[in-house]
Structures are given as structure tokens and as C-alpha cells.
């Protein structure tokens, strides 16, 4: 929760974020999900991919951010 507003990190409301947080139980918590098991190449490429994904989008809202800062 950047702001502690509870409202989650792009505003859609908690536990809607990676899951790096106290409300996640940090991002542990889902990695250790994906180790109870053996993965196979093809899910681990797709968690990693989502992954990619999401930090692409979490990258883009902070350059906008920064960006509305500067102005």
C-alpha cells in the first residue's frame, strides 16, 4: 500500500498488488506457493512472464507519476 490509503498500489483496493507487502505477506508468501511443487518449464515460464508483466505495468504508473511531478 504506497500511500496507506487501502486503497492498493494502482487504487483498486487491497491485495490487488504483487504481493510484496505486509498485506501479501510479502512476495514469500507466493514464491513459496509455486516451490511445493515441482514446477514444469512451461508454468515457470508463464509465472515468470506474468511477473514481467506486472512490473512493466507497475513501471509505467511510476514513470507517470514522475512525470506529473515534473510538470
Known amino acids: ?10 487504487g ?4 490487488t ?3 510484496l507487502g505486509p498485506c501479501g505477506d510479502g512476495l514469500a508468501q507466493r514464491r513459496s506457493f509455486f516451490g511445493r ?9 508463464e509465472v ?5 508483466k506486472m ?7 511510476v514513470k507517470k507519476e514522475l512525470a506529473d511531478l515534473e510538470k
Not at 496507506?4 to 494502482?10: A, E, L, T, V, Y
Not at 483498486?12 to 491485495?15: D, E, F, I, R
Open 48 to 52: 515468470l512472464k506474468e511477473e514481467v
Open 1 to 10: 500500500m504506497p500511500r496507506f490509503n487501502k486503497r492498493g498500489p494502482r
Open 37 to 45: 511443487r515441482k514446477m514444469t518449464e512451461n508454468e515457470k515460464k
Open 55 to 61: 512490473l512493466e505495468e507497475e513501471l509505467e504508473i
Open 17 to 19: 498488488g504483487r504481493g
Open 12 to 15: 483498486l483496493g487491497p491485495m
